[in-house]
């Protein structure tokens, strides 16, 4: 097994494949909201990034069961990752949080929670809520990082300094919250050096890593610099080769959730080539394959030092 993959995990956890359910909370961002910023992040979508989730108009049950209805060609057993995906998902008052998590988390096909959201969106009350869930079904939190890199946290208007993902991750594990972290491949300005220290970082802080190629989607303000040629999307063979390197420095403990992302066909503009997963996947795996490529069997310095 040359990577530690969210499959297998999910296979050795639960003894069979488990699907995960986006599910739409109805919640906002405070980097949309005003609290902090009104234009959100520069990448993110209308839908706060939500763009496969059921409709928010629905209960958590009825998008549950909607969500199970869309997978029902791939599984017959009724085994789910209750997932809030769309925008900050602790961000709301404390008894609207533990109503729709508890009306999750207590579904007879949900497995698991998964509570996607921004570190500085995690107070001392929401880590009481999701320590208590998490003694009723495994609860993991997503947070997105995306990089360290000082120019491209400005850049992307992530708007919390690195500090406050160190603070928060180690609070959730600290209660025993399985953390997963998000980080994006091929934001502009960066090299390779500089996302493989954001990989590095994360893992130091992380049980499982997405790893995300950037999506250039309608409607986002990184659509505009885009098409005014600041910045090129990665092509296929720029990425899986950053892919390579960075799966290399993921220590062997750490879960690999994502290899790549799905893009809405619908509103994606560039690079048009991840919409066709089977062909990006196969292509990854060959690569893998080719280039001998083992999690774990690299370290960071192995670059610096190059």
Aim: some cysteine; glycine content about 6%.
């Amino acid at each position: 097994m040359r990577y530690n993959s969210l499959n297998n995990y999910l296979r050795n956890k639960f003894g069979k494949k488990v699907y995960k359910i986006s599910i739409d909370g109805g919640f906002t961002c405070p980097n949309r909201d005003g609290k902090i910023s009104t234009g959100g992040c520069i990448f993110c979508s209308a839908k706060g990034s939500g763009d496969f989730a059921t409709s928010k108009s629905l209960s958590i049950t009825e998008q549950i069961e909607q969500g199970k209805e869309r997978v029902r060609s791939k599984t017959k057993d009724n085994s789910f990752i209750a997932y809030f995906q769309a925008f900050t998902n602790t961000y709301a008052p404390i008894d609207v949080l533990e109503s729709k998590f508890t009306e999750a988390i207590n579904h007879k096909d949900i497995v698991a929670l998964s509570v996607a959201t921004r570190p500085d969106c995690v107070d001392d009350n929401v880590l009481k809520l999701l320590e208590k869930l998490n003694k009723i079904k495994p609860v993991w939190v997503e947070l997105g990082l995306q990089t360290i890199k000082k120019s491209s946290v400005d850049y992307i208007r992530r708007g919390y300094e690195n500090s406050v993902y160190v603070d928060t991750a180690t609070k959730l594990r600290n209660i025993g919250i399985e953390v997963i972290t998000h980080i994006i491949l091929g934001l502009p300005n960066e090299s390779k050096l500089d996302m493989l220290r954001s990989v590095d970082f994360a893992c130091k802080y992380s049980d499982g890593i997405k790893l995300q190629l950037l999506h250039i989607l309608k409607g986002t303000d990184l659509l505009k610099d885009y098409e005014d040629s600041k910045f090129n999307a990665l092509t296929m063979e720029q990425y899986i080769d950053i892919l390579c390197d960075a799966v290399s420095i993921i220590p062997k403990n750490v879960i690999i959730h994502r290899l790549t992302g799905d893009g809405d066909k619908k509103i994606l503009v560039a690079p048009l080539w991840s919409g066709n997963k089977k062909v990006v996947l196969n292509t990854i795996n060959k690569t893998f394959e080719e280039r001998n490529i083992i999690q774990g069997s690299k370290t960071l310095q192995d670059y610096i030092s190059l």
